[in-house]
Structures are given as structure tokens and as C-alpha cells.
């Protein structure tokens, strides 16, 4: 394996979007309330996109999932120690392979099974990363940031961008 300059991206930081329910917005950044493709119900996960279009995408893969409309909400993040799956060279610096990022997830935890996805993120944390860029499925080009701590001291901060959304 490389060191570490090899496996995380540089900092990581911009404006990215997330979609909730209206009646969450206040906690948009409290991270996902149900398992998702790289975390366990218990395990909070802030999932973002890099784009509205990237949320878009993200909402054909989960159709049912939303009791009413979303809102899009805009999130400002400094992010260090991000592993970019779609670099792979970083992927292999991390021991990872993309696919089992990419595989499905959702009927495996339906049947009680662990997806390969979640040993990605375990695998990413206990190399000391704090997130992952994930490239859209649905849409190539498209990325999405997915966050396993953030507004912590030495983590990522994510703050909702006032006046947006």
C-alpha cells in the first residue's frame, strides 16, 4: 500500500446539495436517518452531491424512499482525508475495489446481509479517512461526497448556506 498523499484527495471544499424532506431542513446536516449504500442504520453518514443534477440522479436510484416533495438544500464543506473512487490509484493506495463500492446494496440489507459497500467504508475509516467521493451510477461524471464525521475537532465542517435552498 502508499502513503497517505497517495489515497486522499486534496482538501475537498465547495458548495454541494443535498436533498430532505421540508419538515428536516433545519437538520439537513444531521446526516441520513436509515441505512444507505456505504452505512448502517447506526452509522451517521452525511450523503451531498456535487451538483443539483447529482442530487437528481441520486433521487431516480431511490424513488420510494421520500414521504413528500424534497427541498434542496446548499451545504459549504472543507473536507481533508477524502478517498476519490473515481481516482484509481487512489482506490488501490486504499486497498479498495471499485466494484464492490458499486455493487448493489439495497436487497442484501433487505435479506439481512452486509454489502460490500459497508466494508468499504469500514475499510476507508480504519485507514483514518473521513469520507469518500463516490461517482454517480446513474449519471457518469456526476459525483457524490459521502461523510463519515463531520463538525468535530480534526473532521470535515459542513454548515448549511444561509439564504439557500
Same mark, same amino acid.
Given at each position: 500500500m502508499s #502513503?497517505?498523499?497517495?489515497? @486522499?484527495?486534496?482538501e475537498?471544499?465547495?458548495? @454541494?446539495f443535498? %436533498?430532505?424532506? =421540508?419538515s @428536516?431542513?433545519?437538520?439537513?446536516?444531521? &446526516? /441520513?436517518?436509515a441505512?444507505?449504500? +456505504?452505512?448502517r442504520?447506526?452509522? $451517521?453518514?452525511? +450523503?451531498l452531491s456535487?451538483?443539483?443534477?447529482?442530487v437528481?440522479? %441520486?433521487?431516480?436510484?431511490h $424513488?420510494?424512499?421520500?414521504?413528500?416533495? $424534497?427541498?434542496?438544500?446548499?451545504v459549504?464543506?472543507t473536507? =481533508?482525508?477524502?478517498?476519490?473512487?473515481? #481516482?484509481?490509484?487512489? &482506490?488501490?493506495?486504499?486497498?479498495? #475495489?471499485l466494484e464492490?463500492?458499486?455493487?448493489?446494496? !439495497? !436487497?442484501?440489507?433487505?435479506?439481512?446481509?452486509?454489502?460490500? /459497500?459497508?466494508?468499504?467504508?469500514?475499510?476507508?475509516a480504519?485507514?483514518?479517512?473521513?469520507?469518500?467521493?463516490d =461517482? /454517480?451510477?446513474?449519471?457518469?461524471?456526476?459525483?457524490?461526497?459521502?461523510? @463519515?464525521?463531520?463538525?468535530? #475537532?480534526?473532521? =470535515? !465542517?459542513?454548515?448549511?448556506r444561509?439564504?439557500?435552498?
Amino acid at each position: 500500500m502508499s #502513503d497517505d498523499r497517495d489515497m @486522499f484527495a486534496p482538501e475537498v471544499r465547495g458548495t @454541494f446539495f443535498r %436533498a430532505v424532506d =421540508p419538515s @428536516f431542513r433545519e437538520s439537513a446536516i444531521a &446526516g /441520513s436517518r436509515a441505512a444507505g449504500r +456505504y452505512s448502517r442504520a447506526d452509522e $451517521p453518514t452525511l +450523503y451531498l452531491s456535487s451538483s443539483v443534477e447529482g442530487v437528481e440522479a %441520486a433521487l431516480v436510484a431511490h $424513488p420510494d424512499t421520500r414521504a413528500t416533495e $424534497p427541498v434542496i438544500v446548499e451545504v459549504d464543506v472543507t473536507a =481533508p482525508r477524502i478517498v476519490d473512487l473515481r #481516482d484509481p490509484a487512489a &482506490g488501490f493506495a486504499a486497498g479498495i #475495489d471499485l466494484e464492490d463500492a458499486t455493487a448493489p446494496w !439495497q !436487497q442484501i440489507v433487505a435479506d439481512g446481509g452486509v454489502p460490500t /459497500s459497508w466494508l468499504v467504508r469500514d475499510r476507508l475509516a480504519a485507514l483514518g479517512a473521513d469520507g469518500l467521493i463516490d =461517482p /454517480s451510477r446513474k449519471r457518469p461524471g456526476l459525483w457524490h461526497l459521502v461523510l @463519515f464525521r463531520w463538525n468535530t #475537532d480534526d473532521a =470535515p !465542517q459542513v454548515h448549511i448556506r444561509t439564504g439557500a435552498g
